[in-house]
């Protein structure tokens, strides 16, 4: 593989500081308590229907009917979703900004709800930047599915081996590698401006 000319980032956890337990904190004073209700309520496996494309009415509908008692908070993660966001990696989007100075094409791949990528961009302007966006929500497919990498290389016209992927899951860096880009796995603590600079990025 050559070396490549074009970055490729994840959005949560990479650009932006995600974990429902930052909206999850204010409304649970027990943390066991919180944890039990991640693991067994609002759960990855229900949220990730979601970035999948799912209906958040339909997705909050649906617990509801399973549990009752926990109404309140389950419609706080849809209704106070934006609270799930810290805010940035100051410091990785920093390194996205070098990138666009220096003329280095940039897109992104994000598992993400569609409606609330959109809340997103409006919060963070730079995630309306990119020369190329595709969110899991919109398309229907999640990474690691090798078919939301083609999407990408195949709308805007990239060559695998010309692109490096940056996502904070291991299963996603792999499914960017075995479509043959370039990966890196970002996982604080991590000198990603160091890893770019490893490829020949300007950063």
Not at 183 to 201: N, Q, S, T, W
Request: include cysteine; aromatic fraction near 10%; charged fraction near 25%.
């Amino acid at each position: 593989m050559g070396q490549p000319q074009t970055v490729v980032f994840d959005i949560g956890n990479v650009l932006l500081r995600w974990d429902p337990r930052n909206l999850y904190r204010r409304i649970f004073d027990d943390e066991e308590q919180m944890e039990w209700f991640l693991a067994h309520v609002c759960t990855h496996d229900w949220n990730v229907e979601q970035d999948r494309g799912r209906d958040w009415d339909e997705a909050v509908a649906l617990l509801v009917k399973d549990h009752p008692t926990h109404e309140a908070q389950i419609r706080a993660f849809h209704e106070r979703w934006d609270e799930t966001v810290s805010g940035a990696f100051d410091d990785h989007v920093a390194l996205l900004q070098r990138l666009r100075e220096a003329g280095v094409p940039n897109y992104c791949i994000t598992n993400f709800s569609g409606p609330k990528f959109v809340l997103a961009q409006q919060r963070f302007p730079f995630l309306s930047g990119f020369d190329g966006i595709i969110v899991s929500g919109d398309e229907r497919l999640l990474k690691p599915d090798p078919a939301i990498y083609h999407l990408l290389l195949d709308r805007y016209g990239l060559r695998a081996e010309d692109c490096v992927f940056i996502d904070d899951s291991k299963a996603n860096v792999e499914g960017a590698r075995n479509v043959g880009m370039h990966a890196i796995h970002c996982v604080e603590p991590i000198d990603l401006a160091a890893e770019l600079r490893r490829y020949g990025f300007p950063v």
